[in-house]
């Protein structure tokens, strides 16, 4: 994936970055995880033998647009 050059709302330019996953203890980068969340009263959602990508968030500097793609490397 390569960054969009302008933002598609009003063609301002757009910055890399992510959105910050807080959890106990750590600082982690979002990720964007295959179909739909099965709760568990232990862990929060059930993970096991799911695909899992980050995901890259775009920021235009004027207007804030934000614009994410997880795209598998």
Request: proline letters at 10%; aromatic letters at 10%.
């Amino acid at each position: 994936m390569t960054q969009p050059a302008k933002c598609p709302k009003c063609a301002g330019r757009m910055e890399p970055g992510f959105v910050l996953d807080q959890t106990y203890g750590a600082n982690l980068q979002a990720e964007w995880v295959d179909g739909s969340p099965t709760p568990t009263g232990w862990t929060g959602v059930k993970m096991k033998g799911r695909d899992r990508i980050p995901v890259t968030t775009y920021r235009c500097e004027r207007c804030g647009y934000l614009e994410s793609f997880a795209t598998p490397t």
